[in-house]
Every structure is written in structure tokens, then in C-alpha cells.
């Protein structure tokens, strides 16, 4: 038996391994740019674009609607999605659309939503996407009915005069294709960057024109004080919320490594599972539940998303977890659990929901985190009915 001094640092290593392994993976091509998006929501978007679209006031089923299906242009991770988010209630969009956007964001991305057809089956693909947008819409008509009076008040005086940088924010006013530009150049940037499913040299050659219609735009359309209060509210974003998605990232590792060592194994020890090779503190959490996800209960489906809400998922890699991981490819999982993974996994994790309550505070969160576990459990027990 292992001293306990080197159990420790097994259990220390293995949230370094955890941490490091998310600061390769999502760093440069995910979050950087998600920064950059959230900057320029936060100090170039019109607030009135922002209000008349998804604030309080706004046409509900317009709001709803957006918001519902805007995760369809993004492939986004429930930590990716963070910054956008709050960039988005800091400006004044209502707790209502603006949770059904932090929803929708990594729960329907089309990346997704294809990646999950192709290898886990059409059926459970499509199902994933209905959900998603039916839950995203329920969530976020839930927290505007328990919170969209005092939220009003609160999102109005704070997006008056100044944003949460620090840098006052004129409502500059330019052409709708400007506007439109300056951010489907940045989302396509994040889409091509973050796409684990194109080579290199294909990425560089979609990336160069998209970096140059940035450049283009910020050089014939945008006064240097725009571009210097973008770069502003861009690094608050990254100073707010990257310290606290590295924490969280690291405490997973630790609970992997705790559920590891309680199985018998080493933390970093080399774990075959379904034909693919991990760490143990990555597996050992999945490994102590299998044995309950082979029917459909209100265990199973509870259970799961209770797992996805916690478990940090990168974008995509929920596939390869419910498929290999949990077994769901070798009929070890059943099509219920299955989804409420996949639905509560993405949207969100221990990192995320630091963030979110960082963000939008104690009891907003909480009903958030309840709703997407709620949600996402009722939703599994329908598709295990009906299937």
C-alpha cells in the first residue's frame, strides 16, 4: 500500500494533469477567442441591440427564440460559453434569455449535434437537439418568471454608464454589415479554431481570410478608442473568469484521483477502457456507476445528469464518454441515462457553475443548476419511454 505522503502527491498530480490537459486542449483555439467575442459584446455592441432583442422588454417568443437556437452557430464548451454569457447579461439582456443562451450555447452546437449522430446514432442525435432547445426555452421562461422583476432593475442601473471593466461605454453606432462582420469574423475563428474535426494546413488557409476580415474591419470601421475599450472589457473578462475555470478544473483531477484510489488504482495509471486509453482519475468516476446507467430509471437518468453537471466535458468529448466511457456503443448504457448526460454535460460543470454564480449570484444560480438537472433527467426518462 502506497504511503500516504505519496498518495497525496498522486492526488496533486493528477489535478496538475487535469489542468494542464484543459490548458492544451481549450486555451488557444476555444477561450481566447470567446474572451475576444465577450469584449466586444460587452463594449461595441449597442446596448439598445442588445435590450430590444433579449432584455426584459423584448418580444418574448423573438428573445426566446434566438437565444434558444443561437448555440447552433457556436461549438462552445460549458466553460467556453462563459465569458459570451456574461458579456451578454452585463450588457442588459434579461436573466430569462440570457440563461437560455448560456444553455443552448453548448448544449446544440452544430459540431455537436452532427458528432453525435454519426457515433452514437441519428435517433439519440436528434433527440439531443430537440431537447436542447426545448430545454433552453424552459429554463430561461423559468428564470425570468422567479427572478425577471428584480433582475430588470439590477441589469437597467448597472448597464447605464459603465460595464464591469471599468471602461465606459459609448454606444457607438456603425452599419449593420460592420456589426455583423466584426462577429461572424470572431465566430468563425472560434468555430475553425475549436473544430477537432479539420487537419492543420486546412485550418490556417479558412483562418487567414478570416483574421484578415477582422483586421479589415477594425482598421476601416473602428476608432482607436473602440478598439482600446474592446481590448479593456476583453481582459476583465480573462482576469474574472480564467482564474476561477483553473481552480475548478483542478478540484475535478482531485475528485477523479480520490474516486481512482478508492477503486484500487494509482491516479495517473493507464486505464483501457472501450478500446481507448486514459488516465484513471479520468475514468474512475464513471467506473464506480456503470453498473446503474443499463435501464432507464428515474436513477439512471437522475444520476447521469447529476455526473454531467459536475464532470467539466470539453466540447465534443461527451461522445466519446456516453459512447466509450459509459458504454453506451457497447450496450452498456441505456438510451435515457444517455441523453440526460449528454443534455447536462456540455452546459454544465464545477468550474462553470463557480462562474455563473460569480456572475449572476447565489440564488439565480442555484435554480439554474436545479433546472438543468431537472430538466435534463425528465427529458432522459422520456426518451428511454419512448425508445
Partial sequence: MAAPIDLLVSVLRAGIDETLSYLTLHVLTCLVPAFFI??????????RFVTKYLGADANKLQAYSIASVSGVALAVCSCTILPMFAGLYKKGAGIGPATAFLFSGPAINVLAIVFTAGVLGLPLGGARAFFAVAMAGIIGLTMAFA??????AESTEASK?????????????????????????????????????ISLP????LLAPAFAALGYLLWAHFERREIEQWLEETWFFTRAIFPLLLVGTFVIGIIGAIAAIA???????????GGETFAAHQVAPGLLTKGIFGETSLLSAGLASVIGA???????????????????????MADGPALALLLAGPSLSLPNMIVIWRTIGTKRTALYVALVAVAATVAGLLWGTIV
Fill in 202 to 205: 486546412v485550418k490556417v488557409a
Fill in 310 to 332: 459536475i464532470l467539466y466535458m470539453p466540447t465534443l468529448l461527451e461522445v466519446p464518454i456516453v459512447g466509450s466511457l459509459f458504454g453506451y456503443t457497447q450496450g452498456m
Fill in 38 to 47: 465577450a469584449g466586444g459584446i460587452s463594449a461595441l455592441l449597442s446596448d
Fill in 161 to 197: 454608464a459603465m460595464t464591469d471593466g471599468g471602461a465606459a461605454v459609448t454606444d457607438a453606432e456603425h452599419p449593420g454589415w460592420v456589426t455583423a462582420g466584426f462577429f461572424a469574423s470572431m465566430v468563425a475563428i472560434l468555430l475553425i479554431g475549436a473544430s477537432g474535426l
Fill in 263 to 273: 477503486q484500487g488504482m494509482a491516479p495517473l495509471e493507464q486505464v483501457t477502457y
Fill in 147 to 152: 427572478f425577471g422583476q428584480s433582475d430588470e
